[in-house]
């Protein structure tokens, strides 16, 4: 037959497939990086909210002791007078 023979299909190169190939996964492993990252995002804004509450309690523990020293000295300070 001549040169533009389509039966022996098999033969040609089809570079079109590969390139299916590897944009697949290319782009399925990158919406996986961008639900990761995210994840990430959401799980770091968490921690850091975390540690913001856990600062505020201690700050307030903190105000609290301060307090209670202040009446302790007063206390001491009354008790040495008489």
């Known amino acids: ?13 089809d570079l ?3 390139s299916k190939k590897d944009t ?5 492993q990158e919406l996986l990086e961008n639900l990761n990252t995210e994840e990430k995002k959401k799980k770091l ?6 540690m913001a ?17 202040e009446v302790l000295e007063k206390k001491t300070q009354i008790t040495r007078l008489e």
Do not use: N
């Not at 804004?45 to 975390?50: F, L, N, Q, Y």
């Open 1 to 13: 037959m001549g040169m533009f023979d389509f039966k022996k299909k098999e033969k040609v190169l």
């Open 45 to 50: 804004a968490k921690r850091i909210s975390d």
């Open 24 to 28: 697949i996964p290319s782009k399925t």
């Open 16 to 18: 079109t497939e590969d």
């Open 53 to 69: 509450d856990k600062i505020d309690d201690l700050s307030s523990q903190i105000y609290h002791l301060q307090q209670r020293i």
